[in-house]
């Protein structure tokens, strides 16, 4: 059984920052890749962020050149580091973790951004 666990949702001011961090831990052997998605109510989950083991990454384009991931391979954790946040990135922040012939889904942390 695989275990994430969230954390760093919260309440934030526009243009303010946070950090996310999620750590899977259970049997799990081989990550292939690690990364966020958020969703809103009433659409569907989107990509924020993945990074692979090997550390390359990939953003989604609301988010590019204000966000960070990153990935500690020892710890089995992934970071997400947001800065001038905006209203529209309110929304659940989910962790994923893929690894071979598997995804894991965390169970998601609120993020909310005051105008």
């Known amino acids: 059984q695989v275990q994430l666990v969230e954390s760093g949702g919260g309440l934030v001011q526009a243009g303010g920052s946070l950090r996310l961090s999620c750590a899977a831990s259970?049997?799990?052997?081989?990550?292939?890749?690690m990364g966020w998605y958020r969703q809103v109510p009433g659409k569907q989950r989107e990509l924020v962020a993945t990074?692979?083991?090997?550390?390359?990454?990939d953003y989604a384009d609301s988010v590019k050149g204000r966000s960070t991931i990153s990935i500690d391979n020892t710890k089995n954790t992934v970071y997400l580091h947001m800065n001038n946040l905006k209203p529209e990135d309110t929304a659940v922040y989910y962790c994923?973790?893929?690894?071979?012939?598997?995804?894991?889904w965390g169970q998601g942390t609120q993020v909310t951004v005051s105008s």
């Open positions: 994923i973790v893929l690894e071979i012939g598997r995804s894991y």
């Open positions: 259970g049997s799990i052997f081989n990550i292939n890749y």
């Open positions: 990074i692979t083991s090997g550390g390359s990454t």
